[in-house]
């Protein structure tokens, strides 16, 4: 029997943010570096790359915050609507390389431990 | 800036191919050839490899994109280092990068893979190729110190021993 073939990352990236999105029941979710370049999303035919480059742009204003106020290194960056639904940044870092996951999640919606979680699988998999 | 040319020994190359596998397998990239600056390809990827001499001639045109790149920007008076280029298409896509100031990294792949995973991935393989170079460069500035005769060395005369028997026997049959 042949061994099992690694995932390419892309596909396993999606997997975790498919798995993200039906655990916290959100809307999507993306992968993306800091400069706004989209690494994986779901669900599929989400706008990623335009989100990615929004996200970038908030990604300015964490930079901001964190030089010009001299608060502590941004984890989180949450943005949200009158309906509550909420877009949330989460910063993290893995082989020299700065991510972003982003979540959109609907009203009163926990999402912290679902995207500790996400973040930990990710590096996993970036490494493997 | 432009380094002094590398040569890689045979464990060299085994760690170069081993960063380029890691390249093919995270990102799931086509085609993935490692040149020098000069256009010299030091190792491919992909169904090219099977082709010597389309992998020789694409290796060639890797650099020259790169040096037109350079060129091109020396007339809008742009002084800056190109670190990385990429050329979109509607179904496949070619990213070139740097390794250092002495090799291109040029990755094909299609539309499926988004082009922050080349990007990112690549920059891990030049990470890893850039650690071999300076190796390479570590070595080849200590051989720069041995007498001339020593560095031609027995390797040399048994490989040119090779190719010319290899020859002769090819041209008598």
Redesign the interface.
Known sequence: MQAEQ?L????AFEKILQELNRAGDFKAALL??TEG????SAPAGYE?EMA?ATVALLNKVARQAHQQLSLAQVDELSLVGDDRTRLTCRYFSV???DLVLTVLTPPDCYYRRLTNQAIREIRQCWLD | MREKLVAFSESQIEEIETCLDALVRNTGAQEILLADMTGQLISARGRLVEEESTVTGVAALSAGGYAATVEMARYFEIETEFRQITYEGDHHSIYSSNVGHSLIITVVFDRSIKLGIIRAFTNQAAQCLQEVVSRARVEIETDDRLPEAEKIGAEFGQALMDELEAFLLKEGS
């Open positions: 690694p390419k990352k892309q596909v993306s570096t370049l989209s690494l994986a990623d990615a082989a020299n390389q």
